[in-house]
């Protein structure tokens, strides 16, 4: 688009020629001989640039470039001045003329060099600001999404803490945890569930990834037990105490689910009356620990991750616990934080921190140093299933 130029001088031979050279140059082109034209003009029309004389009869240049400058302050104004008015001329420069060109212009080339600079610099505000009112609209807009994600983040984060199971008592059985999760949202889960008066569900599990994705797998996790519980109420089903069985269901669940999750879990059905603990490992890191009076111990088993593969198959293991007992599980965002140079150095370290915090949720938690992080590298979480005094 042609810009339209607008030249002020009360010189009617210094105004015609350079209106007549800068019309070669394919502006389009507006004259005025003083500063009241000048000012009607303006009333009319908004220039892209203004060539001004600073001497003029009347009102002077200065006078008028003010005028022009708080009307109009982004308008590009190149003054003209004779040689003996330097002072003007800065003058001028500081009210915000963009250049300046000393009396008589002889090579208008100069002219046409200083015009283009300063629509040059014009153009480049305009952009700029465009680009800063983007900015600004785009910040606003990323603030609220920033604040509806968190609000939906807390809302989900609120929703997860109610599936954690309050601290549970069967008999004479304390169940304990606490989680801290990484994000706002945890990939850690875990659940102490009463089967009956005599035998309990409990499980730890570690989803792939953080954020929402991976609780959303929690949730998932929650509601298949809470299925296979309420099966089993209804006599329909026993799958509940069958851990092995447990873990291919919750397979199979993810693997058609398709959210490209998997996790590892420990699950394990404990018979109080017997101490009979029968349990089955699906990838899970580290292993629970069995703190005892006088001893402590990783249990033993392996198996592969869950949701990885269709034809994972998933063994049961049983061993009897004394009467007096915590069993400790733990995600592997507890060896995050250990500065063990190895992970055989940091499994051994969680082994003696067990056995001193003799089974204790919140001794585990402060010899792990977990309160001393505000942030953690990976979701952190810890269960404790005990009976009497260690």
Known sequence: MTATVLVIDDDSMVRDSFVAYLDDCDYQMLSACNAVQALEILSEHTPDAVICDLKMPGMYGIELLERIKSSFPDLPVIVVSGAGVME????????????????????????????RKALERQTLAKENKAYRDHLEITNRELKLGLDELRADQQAGRQAQLRMLPEPFELQDVRCNHRILPSLMLSGDFLDFIEVDD???????????????SSAFVTVLLKNLTYRLRRNYLRGSSDDLLSPELVLSRINAELLASELDKHLTIFYAVLTLSTGELCYSVGGHFPMPILVTPGKAEYLEGRGMPVGLFKDAVYKRATVTI???????????GILEIMSESSLNKKEQALLVMASKAKGNLENIWTLAGVAEHSEVPDDIAIATVSRGSL
């Open 322 to 332: 004394p009467s007096v007992f915590s069993l400790m599980m733990f995600s592997d």
């Open 88 to 115: 003007d001329v800065v003058r001028a420069l500081r009210l915000g003329a963009d250049d300046f060109l000393v009396k008589p212009v002889l090579d208008m080339e100069m002219l046409a060099h200083a015009l």
């Open 198 to 212: 005599d035998r309990m569900v409990l499980y730890i599990a570690d989803v792939s990834g953080h954020g929402a």
